[in-house]
């Protein structure tokens, strides 16, 4: 895709590939016949839950990858006509907080940790994981420091915009022991407008080169907790985050 810049190309081809998808996801699930209703941009980034981008390569104005889209069950069910038949959490935003040499990132860059949300398959999972994409004002709203402000009123405003009920801030610090040596991510799986800690744990790999298969192996990990947690009764819905009617 071509663009007036890098990222203009990247959005372009984002939204391609998220119509592409789901013509192809329609024509599956309906054995190939009749055409895919005509969603806009606004529908599409609703029911998309992550857009992973493979063997990327940039210039100033152009843009080439292989693209996976990512729809999320529920919401894409919903105008697919299936549904599953276990039931799930509440819709919950994620916020990945990556600790890298003291600096916390979300989505003001693309992280290991966020990429690895990204590429992970929640279609089997019984939390109603809400994941975006990091574009547009996504890195302003969804920022780390937005993850230690415990005022209510805006995080009503956020959780409202993005369609969730209450959030999640899965938390990884990374402790290298030396350059090209091996490293160590240190998880806490947290929740909630007052980043509450639910459990933590670590995992170690032997070069830097093995760091995504350290963030897949740390998500299945983070997903068995929130699920027990939401099984125990722990993971509800904040009920401040309630926007009352007047």
Not at 16 to 37: C, D, I, N, S, V
Request: aromatic share 8%; proline share 6%; hydrophobic share 40%.
């Amino acid at each position: 895709a071509y663009g007036k810049n890098v990222e203009a190309a990247r959005m372009a081809a984002w939204r391609e590939a998220q119509r592409r998808g789901w013509k192809l996801l329609w024509a599956k699930t309906h054995g190939g016949g009749g055409g895919a209703p005509s969603l806009g941009d606004g529908a599409l980034d609703s029911i998309v839950a992550a857009i992973v981008g493979e063997k990327e390569e940039m210039s100033a104005n152009r843009y080439v990858a292989t693209l996976g889209v990512l729809f999320d069950r529920a919401r894409a069910g919903q105008i697919l006509g299936v549904s599953g038949n276990y039931a799930r959490s509440a819709p919950l935003l994620v916020i990945p907080v990556q600790w890298t040499g003291g600096t916390p990132q979300s989505f003001e860059s693309r992280t290991e940790w966020q990429k690895a949300w990204a590429r992970y398959r929640t279609d089997q999972s019984q939390i109603d994981y809400v994941r975006v994409s990091g574009s547009g004002g996504d890195p302003l709203l969804l920022n780390a420091a937005q993850t230690g402000r415990p005022g209510r009123r805006w995080w009503r405003a956020i959780l409202d915009q993005y369609g969730a009920a209450d959030v999640l801030i899965p938390q990884v610090r990374l402790e290298r022991l030396w350059p090209g040596g091996p490293v160590i991510g240190h998880f806490s799986a947290r929740y909630g407008p007052d980043n509450k800690v639910l459990s933590t744990f670590s995992l170690r790999v032997e070069s830097p080169a093995a760091l995504p298969k350290m963030m897949d192996q740390a998500i299945v990990k983070m997903d068995s907790l929130y699920a027990g947690a939401l099984a125990s009764g722990l993971l509800r819905p904040d009920t401040s985050l309630i926007v009352e009617e007047p």
